[in-house]
């Protein structure tokens, strides 16, 4: 017998119209740690659907768990809630930047929003520890440049630290 993995006890759920199964399959395959866990489908009809169609779709993404759920057009998503990816280098916030960012003009200070709507921040990890530097002209020089980028870089963010 297999042991089950330790439950996560909250568990974002992202409202879609019918996207919901390939908005996760393609979540997944941006970062590893992730998979789909189980796709769940109606057992009748429902107001934004019909029996046999994909409802709900439980997924890990990162080793965090989410549920993308197709409850119809009613809701969209907005830019008060937003998924953060921390990334290791340049080479990672460009990779994901450029799978995930579908609106150029929504871009900025490593925002993106994807093709579904929903929000991301590309976040290299040098980018908080530039933040918490004991020295205020540091942060100072280092928010400045950060507010005049669309996609965060990671050498210009480590230049505007030196000064």
């Given at each position: 017998?297999?042991?089950?993995?330790?439950?996560?006890?909250?568990?974002?759920?992202?409202?879609f119209d019918k996207e919901a199964e390939e908005a996760a399959n393609f979540y997944v395959s941006?970062?590893?740690d992730s998979r789909i866990d189980?796709?769940?489908r109606s057992p009748?009809?429902?107001?934004?659907?019909?029996?046999?169609?994909?409802l709900v779709v439980e997924f890990t993404l990162a080793g965090s768990?989410?549920?993308g759920l197709n409850g119809g057009p009613m809701f969209k998503f907005n830019e008060a809630i937003s998924l953060q990816i921390d990334c290791e280098d340049?080479?990672?916030?460009?990779?994901?930047?450029e799978a995930l960012s579908a609106v150029p003009e929504s871009e900025?200070?490593?925002?993106?929003?994807?093709?579904?709507?929903?929000?991301?921040?590309?976040?290299?990890?040098?980018?908080?520890?530039l933040l918490a530097d004991p020295d205020p002209a540091v942060v100072k020089r280092v928010f400045d440049a950060m507010m005049?980028?669309?996609?965060?870089?990671?050498?210009?963010?480590e230049a505007a630290a030196r000064g």
């Open positions: 017998m297999t042991a089950l993995p330790p439950r996560q006890k909250v568990v974002p759920c992202l409202w941006l970062l590893p189980s796709v769940v009748s009809d429902y107001p934004s659907g019909k029996a046999g169609d994909v768990r989410y549920t340049q080479a990672e916030v460009d990779r994901l930047t900025q200070c490593g925002w993106v929003k994807d093709r579904y709507g929903l929000s991301w921040q590309i976040v290299p990890y040098a980018l908080p520890r005049n980028m669309k996609r965060l870089n990671v050498a210009a963010l």
